[in-house]
């Protein structure tokens, strides 16, 4: 089954880390020649929720070499998992005098 995850990422720190030249970026063209800038991302989804009701964690992909020299990857970004509200109705929501008038 599907799920929603939701959250933010530090944008500073995105573009900060890019900066640096130790994050795995790319340019891409599309099919159409079109192009973008790309990053690449871990997103770690826990097997629990943290203090913060966190489910997941999203960090930036080193180079290569970064990697070797033992640098670790940033973090820029938390994720919860979406809990859709739903407020069950009872027959009181529902009264009969409302719906006696209806031509079906």
Same mark, same amino acid.
């Given at each position: ?8 990422? +530090?944008?500073?720190?995105?573009l900060? @880390? ?29 097997? @629990?929720?943290d ?26 970004? +938390?994720?919860?998992?979406y809990?859709?509200?739903?407020q ?5 929501d ?11």
């Amino acid at each position: 089954m599907a799920k929603l995850l939701y959250g933010s990422i +530090n944008f500073d720190e995105l573009l900060a @880390q890019i900066r640096t030249g130790t994050i795995n970026t790319e340019i891409v063209t599309r099919k159409n020649g079109e192009t973008f800038r790309s990053v690449s991302l871990n997103i770690w989804v826990n097997d @629990q929720e943290d203090q913060y009701g966190n489910i997941a964690s999203v960090q930036l992909q080193l180079k290569k070499e970064n990697r070797d020299k033992g640098e670790k990857s940033p973090y820029i970004g +938390n994720l919860k998992q979406y809990t859709p509200k739903i407020q069950e109705g009872t027959a009181n929501d529902f009264p009969k005098e409302e719906d006696e008038d209806l031509p079906f």
